[in-house]
């Protein structure tokens, strides 16, 4: 009988995954597959270690930094040898002063846990809601977990979300990238649509670096330049490019917070707005002409361009240029710059 085989496991690389990666290489400095093992070992410890500190905090009725008249309290840790996917490694088990403590995440006489640490860390990559995890912890372990006790574990990694809100940020950036990703959420029994707004710098070394993360509901001048204040009180000097979608009173806000900065409007966002206006049948025809105005060689090219597109295709499409002539102020510092420069700013 022909042996089944397993199917192939295929990567599939994402924005997320190598900002993951990248930390991960600056953090241990991850040279070997050996390094990658490791990392993963001390990963995959720490986060026990944190859910037998809430499962803890749970059992005793109060968390570690709290006074309580409670006649049982913490008392140390213990070492425990248990093997992994990743290896054998030693983690230390909270105790408690009367031993009535049994932690279920790895239990008392539990050697391997090979079975359950790549849903664990699962759990961080898939983002899930208090629920989904009591119920992939039941799923587990074969226990229930309240959406509270869920909460006090998720809730030990807060201070370190602080602590990367808050970090103090490099003088200059000289290129910024505002963009969004929108989602649903549940609020009092009702669905409604959030967006999350991902700050991207490029540095002075070149690199990539998200330097925060703002979820917000409605856009507005007011809002942006709070958003930008805030980069400002966090040590950012002077930005040369900020390059966004037409986010509602975005324009407002940078001549207010850095007068001297340009408002690159994504390009790519752009032609999309422009398109919607356009039936399939005549969409690539127009998105070829929509590339000699961007793509032109300086901006006294771009705006004759821009005047033959606008006469072309207005007459059978009477709303779908009108954004170029009304953000051409937004649309047009990319004619001052380099092929190069011009590579990396178009779109967010």
Request: charged share 30%; with cysteine.
């Given at each position: 009988m022909a042996?089944?085989k397993?199917?192939?496991?295929?990567?599939?690389?994402?924005?997320?995954?190598r900002?993951?990666i990248?930390?991960?290489?600056e953090?241990?400095?991850?040279?070997?597959?050996?390094?990658?093992?490791?990392?993963?070992?001390?990963?995959?410890?720490?986060?026990?270690?944190?859910m037998?500190?809430?499962?803890?905090?749970?059992?005793?009725?109060?968390?570690?930094?709290e006074?309580?008249?409670?006649?049982?309290?913490?008392?140390g840790?213990?070492?425990?040898?248990v093997?992994?996917?990743?290896?054998?490694?030693?983690?230390?088990?909270?105790?408690?002063?009367?031993?009535?403590?049994?932690?279920?995440?790895?239990?008392?006489?539990?050697?391997?846990?090979?079975?359950?640490d790549q849903?664990?860390?699962?759990?961080?990559?898939?983002?899930?809601?208090?629920?989904q995890?009591s119920?992939?912890?039941?799923e587990?372990?074969?226990?229930e977990?309240?959406?509270?006790?869920?909460?006090?574990?998720?809730?030990k990694?807060?201070?370190?979300?602080?602590?990367?809100?808050?970090?103090?940020?490099?003088?200059?950036?000289?290129?910024?990238?505002i963009d969004?990703?929108?989602?649903?959420?549940?609020?009092?029994?009702?669905?409604?649509k959030?967006?999350?707004?991902?700050?991207?710098?490029?540095?002075?070394?070149?690199?990539?670096?998200?330097?925060?993360?703002?979820?917000?509901?409605?856009?507005?001048?007011?809002?942006?330049?709070?958003?930008?204040?805030e980069?400002?009180?966090?040590?950012?000097?002077?930005?040369?490019?900020?390059c966004?979608?037409?986010?509602?009173?975005i324009?407002?806000?940078?001549a207010?917070?850095f007068?001297?900065?340009?408002?690159?409007?994504?390009?790519?966002?752009?032609?999309?707005?422009?398109?919607?206006?356009?039936?399939?049948?005549d969409?690539?025809?127009?998105?070829?002409?929509?590339?000699?105005?961007?793509?032109?060689?300086d901006?006294?090219?771009?705006?004759?361009?821009l005047?033959?597109?606008t006469?072309?295709?207005?007459?059978?499409?009477?709303?779908?240029m009108?954004?170029?002539?009304?953000?051409?102020?937004?649309?047009?510092?990319?004619?001052?710059?380099s092929?190069?420069?011009?590579?990396?700013?178009?779109?967010?």
């Amino acid at each position: 009988m022909a042996r089944e085989k397993k199917p192939v496991h295929k990567v599939q690389m994402t924005e997320g995954k190598r900002n993951i990666i990248h930390q991960l290489l600056e953090e241990y400095h991850i040279q070997t597959a050996q390094d990658i093992q490791d990392a993963l070992k001390d990963l995959l410890g720490g986060t026990i270690k944190e859910m037998m500190e809430a499962e803890l905090d749970d059992h005793l009725g109060y968390a570690k930094s709290e006074r309580s008249d409670n006649e049982n309290y913490r008392n140390g840790y213990k070492p425990k040898q248990v093997n992994s996917s990743y290896g054998s490694m030693q983690i230390p088990v909270p105790q408690d002063r009367k031993s009535t403590f049994e932690p279920q995440v790895v239990k008392k006489r539990q050697k391997d846990i090979s079975d359950i640490d790549q849903k664990i860390i699962s759990m961080y990559a898939k983002g899930m809601t208090t629920r989904q995890i009591s119920e992939t912890m039941e799923e587990i372990y074969g226990f229930e977990t309240s959406e509270g006790f869920i909460s006090d574990v998720t809730d030990k990694i807060l201070p370190q979300i602080e602590d990367w809100q808050n970090r103090p940020l490099d003088e200059v950036y000289p290129i910024l990238y505002i963009d969004a990703i929108h989602y649903s959420v549940r609020d009092n029994g009702m669905i409604r649509k959030l967006a999350a707004y991902v700050i991207l710098g490029i540095n002075a070394e070149g690199k990539k670096e998200v330097l925060t993360i703002h979820v917000g509901e409605n856009e507005s001048s007011k809002y942006w330049l709070s958003v930008l204040n805030e980069l400002k009180n966090r040590g950012v000097k002077d930005i040369l490019i900020i390059c966004a979608d037409g986010l509602t009173g975005i324009k407002e806000a940078i001549a207010a917070a850095f007068p001297k900065t340009e408002y690159q409007r994504c390009i790519v966002h752009q032609v999309r707005n422009t398109l919607k206006y356009v039936p399939d049948k005549d969409r690539k025809a127009f998105a070829a002409d929509l590339k000699t105005i961007y793509q032109a060689s300086d901006e006294k090219k771009a705006l004759a361009a821009l005047e033959r597109v606008t006469e072309k295709w207005t007459p059978k499409y009477p709303n779908s240029m009108k954004r170029w002539k009304d953000n051409w102020d937004a649309v047009s510092p990319i004619f001052k710059f380099s092929a190069t420069v011009r590579k990396v700013i178009y779109t967010t």
